[in-house]
Structures are given as structure tokens and as C-alpha cells.
Nanobody, 122 residues
Framework: QVQVAESGGGLVQPGGSLRLSCAAS????????MAWYRQVPGKEREFVAR???????TYADSVKDRFNISRDIEKNTADLQMNDLKPEDSAVYYC????????????????WGPGTLVTVSS
């Protein structure tokens, strides 16, 4: 019903910047929130940033004032601008469509992308 795909990951030096993009597709007429999570091997997936349909943003303390999430509501996309990157930011970053409302489907769905790898290293 809903597909999510991330792009933009890669290798960047500490202090550098990177912009990740996420696109949700399907017969969607509304997504309540889009969010970014990240995960490193052996650790739990952790929350990074979220933006609701109404524009309310939430950030993890570890990325606050360094990362910025944005959305294009009509295109069902969400970007994550990452600045002043640190080695501890290295992870696979996942995009989440939180409560995507699909035409002719009663209940909203939750969908995740396959992830994009970000490596911060000299």
C-alpha cells in the first residue's frame, strides 16, 4: 500500500554536512508524521527527528541544533539536513511514514524504508 525509500547517504568528514531524502509512494492522501530514525549494529534503532502534518517538529537531544527535518506535504517527501556531523552520527538512517492514510482504506498504515548508510569518518 505504501512504499518508502531513502537516498543521500554516503561518506562525509567530521564537521561536514549531508542531506538525506525520503519519498513515500502509494495512493496516499495524508501522512500524519514523517520521521527519521537511525541504527548501528548491536544497538536499538533510535529516534532522530519527526515532523507532523501540522509542522510540529521534534528532535533527539543528540542532534538538536545540528539536524533539520523538512517536508513537502503534497509530494509526500521528507528531507533531513545534517550539519556538523560527528563520528557518532554514523548509522543506517531510516525514514518512517507514521500513519499514512490511503484512499479507500479505513485505517492508516505505518511504513519504513530500507535505510541509507551514513558514515562520518576522516
Amino acid at each position: 500500500q505504501v512504499q518508502v525509500a531513502e537516498s543521500g547517504g554516503g561518506l562525509v568528514q567530521p564537521g561536514g554536512s549531508l542531506r538525506l531524502s525520503c519519498a513515500a509512494s502509494g495512493s496516499i492522501y495524508k501522512i500524519y508524521a514523517m520521521a527519521w530514525y537511525r541504527q548501528v549494529p548491536g544497538k536499538e534503532r533510535e529516534f532522530v527527528a519527526r515532523m507532523t502534518y501540522g509542522g510540529t517538529t521534534t528532535y533527539a537531544d543528540s542532534v538538536k541544533d545540528r539536524f533539520n527535518i523538512s517536508r513537502d506535504i503534497e509530494k509526500n517527501t521528507a528531507d533531513l539536513q545534517m550539519n556538523d556531523l560527528k563520528p557518532e552520527d554514523s548509522a543506517v538512517y531510516y525514514c518512517n511514514a507514521d500513519r499514512a492514510f490511503v484512499y479507500y482504506v479505513t485505517n492508516p498504515v505505518d511504513a519504513w524504508g530500507p535505510g541509507t548508510l551514513v558514515t562520518v569518518s576522516s
